[in-house]
Every structure is written in structure tokens, then in C-alpha cells.
């Protein structure tokens, strides 16, 4: 069933991000005090365990969000899975980059249906008070996934325009 590169790319870096994500977060719920900065790496990485009820940059919806983003988190896998589906067997840039983000969208989407609480996120990158959103390891495979499929899709040759005739679709010299 998964015979090609192009399948076992998409399903080994989607459960393996996804595995990492559920892994991570569940030790940062375990060891982490919530909203208490750890440092790593002195200022620039730091573990800090919150909770984010919205999506990307803490977006909220109001207080249906929860079941919007779950919503569209669903149906955003489902578009995903059937982009690989289609893709040919040869795509395997393209399959990793859609098993990331199909990784990402689930490892978000357990966290909204397993706790009101919101998506664990723990990753918490700057310097002094200059803090990116603290985020995980499903947000990185999102990213990292939605960054290298915007490089393929820039990188790929436009198609002519169809309407215009070719010279050789042109009518012969009178």
C-alpha cells in the first residue's frame, strides 16, 4: 500500500512529528511549571509551558473557538491527505512538506478535543523581552512544511498561457 518513496515519505514524517509532538508536550505538562521561563540557552531558548485556546499567535475566535479551529483543522487534513493522494509517486519533497503539515494540524487537533485548556506549548524563543509566541513541535512541522511547499510552488515553471495560439498551432503564411 505504501510502496512508494513519495508514501513512505508523507507517512514516516507525519507520525514521526507527530509522535515528537505528543512526546514533548506531554513532558512539558509533567516536568514544566506553568508560565515559569526555564532557560536552555540562556535568554534566547526557553522552556515555558502555557496554554493557547486560539491558533496561530494566540488568534482568537471568540468562545466558539475552540470548535472552529478544530473544524478547519479536520478538513485541513483531509485537503492534505488527498494533495498526497494525487501527488505523483516522483514528489517526494512535496509529500514530506504535506506530512508535515498534516503532522502539525493532528498534533494541534488532539490537544483541542483532549483538554479545554487549549494546545500545550512550551517553546518559548528570544531575547529579553523580545519573545517570538511560545509554540511546539506540531507548529514547527506546520511551518517548516507551509515554508517548503511555498518554495516548490515558487520554484515550479508556469505553465504558458493556453488561450495564446503557438507558432506551431499558427495558421500557414497566405
Known sequence: MFSTLRDRLFISIALGILAGDIVTKRIA????????????????????????????MNMHLGSSSRVIFSVVAIVMIFIIVRMWRRLPPTSSWLAASLG???AG??????????????????????IGTSR?????VADSGVTVGAVILAILTWREPVADD???????DAPPPA
Open 162 to 168: 493556453a488561450a495564446a495560439p503557438k507558432d506551431e
Open 105 to 126: 494540524a493532528a498534533g494541534n487537533l488532539i490537544d483541542r478535543l483532549r483538554s479545554a485548556q487549549g494546545v500545550v506549548d512550551f517553546i518559548d524563543v528570544g
Open 29 to 56: 505538562q509533567a516536568r514544566l511549571p506553568l508560565h515559569q521561563p526555564q532557560e536552555v540557552l540562556g535568554d534566547v531558548l526557553r522552556w515555558t509551558l502555557t496554554y493557547n485556546t486560539g491558533a496561530a
Open 132 to 136: 517570538f509566541w511560545t509554540f511546539n
Open 100 to 102: 508535515m503539515i498534516a
